[in-house]
Antibody
Framework: EVQLLESGGGLVQPGGSLRLSCAAS????????MSWVRQAPGKGLEWVSA????????YYADSVKGRFTISRDNSKNTLYLQLNSLRAEDTAVYYC??????????????WGQGTLVSVSS | DIQMTQSPSTLSASVGDRVTITCRAS??????LAWYQQKPGKAPKLLIY???SLESGVPSRFSGSGSGTEFTITISSLQPDDFATYYC?????????FGQGTKVEIK
């Protein structure tokens, strides 16, 4: 059974930083593109970033480009998202998500439970 | 960027009703469209991919259709477990844009 477990969320001041983690199990982690998707309180879903199975290719939404960095450690079956220069509009639940097919970023067939990032002074 | 527009935003229906939600893309996305169901406080669940392919384990009362710029998801007979918010997502481009969501409420 695929399991994705996020951690690392919390309250941070504007301009601050945070690192999110997503521990994966139940599938061959290194074969799949992994993504982060966020959802602001009471709002819809927004794809944030994706990384290839090898980690050699990364992709970002324009809204986070230059501030967020996605990475992965295939030896630990863990996905990361480094959030820097945080803004109030980054407040959201952040989900990690797995692509349906090997090497395909979309759609997402498995999601974590989410971790809440709150940016406020 | 490809924009996705869902209609309606809210839908009131009764158990047993046939329900259809529409998703329109701002440009052709071929069949690169997925539908998700999300319940309050939970992660989204994949229902349909490639416009009309049913994800494993999803009840057959869900069906998807369309190509190009107009797509629909239909629930043939609404069940109590189906009251939720539904999102479409295009994946022709790497932005993976979602629609704004359609909330299916109890009438």
């Amino acid at each position: 059974e695929v399991q994705l477990l996020e951690s690392g969320g919390g309250l941070v001041q504007p301009g601050g930083s945070l690192r999110l983690s997503c521990a994966a199990s139940g599938f061959t982690f290194s074969s799949y593109v992994m993504s982060w998707v966020r959802q602001a309180p009471g709002k819809g879903l927004e794809w944030v970033s994706a990384i290839s199975g090898s980690g050699g290719s990364t992709y970002y939404a324009d809204s986070v480009k230059g501030r967020f960095t996605i990475s992965r450690d295939n030896s630990k079956n863990t996905l990361y998202l480094q959030l820097n220069s945080l803004r109030a509009e980054d407040t959201a639940v952040y989900y990690c998500a797995k692509g349906l097919a090997v090497a395909d970023p979309f759609p997402f067939d498995s999601w974590g439970q989410g971790t809440l990032v709150s940016v406020s002074s | 960027d490809i924009q996705m527009t869902q209609s309606p935003s809210t839908l009131s229906a009764s158990v047993g009703d046939r329900v259809t939600i529409t998703c329109r893309a701002s440009q052709s996305i071929s069949s690169w469209l997925a539908w998700y169901q999300q319940k309050p406080g939970k992660a989204p669940k994949l229902l349909i991919y490639k416009a009309s392919s049913l994800e494993s384990g999803v009840p057959s009362r869900f069906s998807g259709s369309g190509s190009g710029t107009e797509f629909t998801i239909t629930i043939s007979s609404l069940q109590p477990d189906d009251f939720a918010t539904y999102y479409c997502q295009q994946y022709k481009s790497y932005s993976g844009t979602f629609g704004q969501g359609t909330k299916v409420e109890i009438k």
